[in-house]
């Protein structure tokens, strides 16, 4: 009877997470990012909201636009999951090149955020992410600065389930001022206040909301008593304006950093060379396909090998193709590897001329019981010189029907 209690709670919890993932309702089309974690954001960052109470993100300079995306929430696929984040700070361009220089859109997740859909080790990492419905389940709550006078009355906006567009201010609600945002902090500022003060919020989709302040105290949270509604609308993430004719999409799926390994001279996805040999990833002699090709010297029993950091899972694929061309006569001349089973000879069927191999990973060692896999390694069988060509690395997807679930 408990064990049946127990499992009864369990599938209520089940659907209950469920739901809450699927009920965000999207702004945007799914687009691809890039994330890292950050330990300093427990006392709030510089959209002006304090102490964070969701999970919380610093995107690049650029994509924050002096404020621009304070707010918004987005919906992350990563490999572990699917993260609700609301944009609290920036990641200013100096002193995170790296990173935030703007190259691709890139958000500083809270380390409490980072660390439910990122195992321990991975520094950083593509995504696919959307802009949806914050779903604050309260109003809107404005926010008053520490050092706020009848002179001088800078607040900023929280909880907003769409991005805020402008705020205005009047003294008889009929003659209606426009504000800026004020550099990178998100605030608003009156200067020389009269009270009954009315201010109305404008949301990107172009609703106006109004409330009204009847006294001025400092650091306080005033409830507006409105919220934004839900619109039935689609908008660019970058630049906020409304998208006429949205694509058709489901759920956000988890960016491919797996299937595609070498192309043209790079290593794709999540996929990095941790070869000993110093393959030359950028041959340019009549290569397989495109321009590009690896060319590698397995004198000495040299290895080549790469590794992906994020591990694909062993349920989305089934085998590993590629091209290669020796240039000497190859019987089971080379031997490949997946992570740590048994090695698996290779023969090539003529000298200096590439054909295609496809060795399913069950002929590698793994089990269905695996989840999850790592790198390959090629080792030459030879004391002498031995050239062997690579080109057109890739997983070949198993029958498993991604719908963006994990």
Known sequence: ?????????????????????????????????????Y??????????????????????????????????????????????????????????E?????????????????????????????????????????NMILKTKKDVSKYFFSFVILYHNIGLKKVYYSYDNETWTGLE???????????????????????????????????IIADNYYDTGVQFSVPNKMYDPFSLKEIKSPKVEGCCKLDDAYTDIYYEGKYLGEWQDISNCEPENEYSENCYEGKKCIKVNFKDWNVYQFFNRIQPETKRYN????????????????????????????????????????LTLEELGLTSSTKKFRKFMFQGSKKDSQIIYFDSIKLVKSDYDDQGEF
């Open 1 to 37: 009877m408990i064990n049946s209690i127990k499992y009864i709670i369990f599938w209520i919890s089940l659907l209950r997470l469920f739901s809450l993932i699927s009920s965000y309702t999207p702004y945007s089309e799914c687009t691809q990012g890039r994330i890292t974690g």
């Open 39 to 96: 330990d300093e954001y427990e006392e709030g960052g510089s959209c002006g909201f304090g102490i964070p109470k969701m999970y919380g993100a610093a995107p690049n300079e650029a994509f924050y636009n002096l404020g621009e995306k304070c707010g918004i929430c987005y919906e992350l696929v990563g490999p572990n999951g699917v993260l609700l984040f609301m944009v609290d700070s920036h990641c200013p361009v100096k002193g995170n």
């Open 98 to 138: 790296h990173s935030c220089s703007g190259d691709m859109l890139h958000f500083d997740l809270h380390k409490n955020g980072f660390d439910t859909i990122v195992d321990e080790g991975i520094g950083r990492l593509n995504v696919t992410f959307r802009m949806v419905s914050c779903d604050h389940k309260s």
């Open 181 to 215: 945002r004020e550099g990178d902090y998100n605030h608003w500022t009156i200067r020389g206040v009269e009270l009954p003060l009315y201010i109305q919020l404008e949301s990107i989709s172009g609703e106006k909301v109004e409330t009204t302040i009847n006294e």
């Open 319 to 358: 085998a590993i193709k590629f091209a290669i061309k020796t240039e000497n006569t190859c019987d089971k001349c080379l031997k490949i590897k997946l992570d740590d089973y048994s090695f698996y000879s290779i023969s090539t069927s003529e000298a200096g001329k590439w054909e295609e191999k496809v």
